[in-house]
């Protein structure tokens, strides 16, 4: 802080306004750093004092607390802007690369359906020529053809499991999947589809426990997609299981839903791959599942079939333990 007296003094002084006689200057200062001066001038020699100089630098302290915080209010001001400008184009960018991505999955969706119908039909004509030369009704057939013909069969049958899931997925992406809702007796179901469990499981000797109720109410839903469910649950549980294991279905009635759970001693699945089990194209990477293939969408197609049930799939699993496959099945579908 400086007083200058008199300023005619003064042999630096530069006299800016002619009738200043004295003046005083107090320094405004922001963290060590002086960012501007409070200036006072007067018409008047020895016009200023020390309690001048005590007032006028409290008020510098805070003149300069204010400027500081002015000047930041405008450098926020000026991010902020900037930040605007930033976040508007980047929002632009990701809707044009969204409409990209969107325009390509429909592409991608349509060659998948497109495709598969086209794979379909002829693998159906070779599956049909197949059950007829297996069952020796084009000829004769030595066992060792015999035996080749039932692996081709096989194998067309789990290629046309493929393309089915495929049409399922594209049918659900572009949300055309639909389904047929009418009563449903869900032990009547399970009591004629028992013996179909029971020799999907004979494979490898796996023996099925079924744990039902005496009674279930009558709900309404999609038979064939109630069937798929079950077939994709209980297919997964017998290829994850080795051989002589268990195979455990437990039906129970809950007060908004019936509650169905798929119980295997299977590989069972690492708590990591737990929350993606269920999307698209996800499988869980061991060498019994790089040993069996599959596209990865069975799980994702029977959660999209069991929400449109108005129930949802869970799964709890234990690595070298099994896993239990929970879903339920509303009891107030209309």
Do not use: C
Request: glycine share 6%; charged share 30%; hydrophobic share 40%.
């Amino acid at each position: 802080p400086i007083i200058a007296s008199d300023i005619s003094k003064i042999p630096f002084y530069k006299k800016q306004a002619p009738k200043t006689k004295s003046e005083i200057a107090v320094p405004l200062i922001v963290e060590g750093k002086v960012i501007g001066v409070l200036n006072v001038e007067s018409k008047e020699v020895n016009a200023f004092d020390n309690d001048d100089l005590l007032y006028l630098s409290a008020l510098a302290d805070k003149a300069a607390v204010a400027i500081r915080n002015a000047q930041l209010y405008e450098k926020i001001k000026n991010f902020n802007l900037e930040l605007k400008k930033q976040v508007d184009k980047a929002t632009k960018d990701l809707r044009k690369a969204n409409k990209e991505l969107e325009r390509l999955n429909q592409i991608k969706s349509d060659f998948v359906s497109t495709v598969s119908h086209e794979l379909r039909t002829p693998l159906t004509s070779v599956q049909g020529y197949i059950s007829l030369m297996h069952d020796g009704d084009v000829g004769p057939t030595t066992v060792e053809q015999k035996e080749f013909l039932g692996i081709i069969k096989e194998e067309s049958q789990r290629l046309t499991r493929l393309i089915n899931d495929l049409l399922d997925i594209s049918k659900i992406e572009a949300g055309k999947m639909q389904m047929t809702f009418s009563d449903f007796n869900l032990l009547e179901f399970i009591n004629n589809y028992k013996k179909e469990i029971e020799s999907m499981a004979s494979s490898k000797s796996i023996k099925v426990t079924f744990i039902l109720p005496d009674k279930l109410p009558s709900i309404k839903a999609d038979v064939d997609k109630i069937k798929q469910i079950f077939n994709n649950l209980i297919s997964n549980a017998v290829k994850f299981s080795g051989k002589n294991s268990m195979l455990k279905i437990i039906i129970k009635v809950n007060t908004e839903d019936i509650q169905i759970d798929v119980i295997d001693q299977g590989i069972g699945i690492a708590q990591k791959d737990l929350e993606r089990i269920f999307e698209k194209f996800q499988q869980v990477d061991t060498k019994m599942t790089r040993k069996t293939g599959g596209t990865g969408l069975g799980l994702a197609i029977t959660k999209h079939l069991i929400e449109g049930h108005g129930g949802k799939i869970w799964v709890k699993s234990k690595l070298g333990e099994g896993s239990t496959f929970s879903f339920t099945l509303s009891k107030n579908l209309k």
